[in-house]
């Protein structure tokens, strides 16, 4: 059993930078992929970028390429995005999600391939 806890959200002006933590508990952490996906009112939750259980692999949606970046730590069982150049249509409750690497990838990119979620972390970005 994995548990995932989101910190680091808050409310930041257009331009500005938050890095989120995923802490995780569960000694398999460290060998399952792991990804970020938001959620903003009233829209579905879509995938923000994903990361293989190494770290060596990342993926990002074409909106936050060049802008953030994901990255874990897999002796302190934890998972960062890093959120430069924030603007507001990145509003949104920001999820972390943990899951067993699925045979022929190396990340998973959709919702429905990750068992593990945390509670989701606000972000706000004002214009």
């Known amino acids: 059993q994995v548990q995932l806890v989101e910190s680091g959200g808050g409310l930041v002006q257009t331009g500005g930078s938050l890095r989120l933590s995923c802490a995780a508990s569960?000694?398999?952490?460290?060998?399952?992929?792991a990804g970020w996906f938001r959620q903003a009112p009233g829209k579905e939750r879509e995938f923000v970028a994903a990361?293989?259980?190494?770290?060596?692999?990342?993926d990002y949606t074409d909106s936050v390429k060049g802008r953030f970046t994901i990255s874990r730590d897999n002796a302190k069982n934890t998972v960062y995005l890093q959120m430069n150049s924030l603007k507001p249509e990145d509003t949104a409750l920001y999820y972390c999600?943990?899951?067993?690497?699925?045979?022929?990838?190396?990340?998973?990119?959709?919702?429905?391939?990750?068992?593990?979620w945390g509670q989701g972390t606000q972000v706000t970005v004002s214009s």
């Open positions: 999600a943990a899951g067993p690497t699925p045979r022929g990838r190396l990340t998973i990119l959709r919702p429905s391939g990750y068992n593990y």
């Open positions: 569960g000694r398999t952490f460290s060998s399952y992929a």
């Open positions: 990361i293989s259980w190494s770290g060596g692999s990342t």
